[in-house]
């Protein structure tokens, strides 16, 4: 079977609850999604619930959490657990993500620990990567980025990692408009999975679902979704607005 095709959304600290159920409410009444496509609304902790109630059972739309505690539970103030994740229903969680990375200072260590806390309750990692601008201009963004995969995801067994979605996203691409090209997305999407052949099987490497993300917009989507190693993306700013949203599911 060909690997899933996935839409996520990123929505960051933003939306009322009200704002964000409704939003929600209205990608699910309008989207049109192909057989193997599926969705993912990343949404505030605070809106978990309510929009996983809103959107309803369904097997193409899904609720993610953008970031958890790798304790089972106890005394971590303001956070929460992959256990009151699962207590909502919510079977997906945003890991890694670069603004977990720099503004929250969580490391390789940390990440790799709640990879393995996700897969230990059944929930699925969105794993994401990328390299800032210096990086990049450096021309050593694949060691880096192999770097972080190796770090955070290759302690996991091959079945325990056929569960993981990968999204690369690199910082320069993020909330700038300065999207990577369609090629510049395929080289490290090619290169990504040619590590996960080598470190796994090339079965494990051909099922993962690789997203890309980093101004993901309607007007670039369908270049970048046509890549054959971009299976999809993690979207911000874009998936604020159902429109918008939709348009680059339907790109897909
Ligand atoms: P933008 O689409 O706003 O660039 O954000 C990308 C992102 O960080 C998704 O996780």
Known sequence: MARKKIIAGNWKMNTTLKDGVKLAKDVKKKAKLGKNVSVIFGVPATHLHAVKMGIGRSTKLSVAAQNFNANDGGAFTGEISAN??????????????????????EDDKMIAAKVSQAINNKITPIFCCGEPLKIRKSKKYVSFVAAQLRKGLFHLS????????????????????????????QEIHKKMRGMI???????????????????VKPANAKELFSQPDVDGGLVGGASLKAKDFLAIIHAM
Do not use: C
Not at 167 to 177: F, H, K
Not at 206 to 215: A, D, E, H, M, V
């Open 84 to 105: 009151m994740l699962k207590g909502i229903s919510v079977n997906h969680v945003i890991l890694g993500h670069s603004e977990r990375r720099e503004i929250f200072g």
């Open 197 to 215: 052949t080598k470190k796994y099987n090339a079965k494990i490497a051909n099922n993962t679902s690789i997203l890309y993300g980093g101004s």
């Open 158 to 185: 091959a079945k325990d990692f056929s569960k993981v979605i990968i999204a690369y996203e690199p910082i320069w691409a993020i909330g700038t408009g300065m999207t990577a090209s369609p090629e510049q997305a």
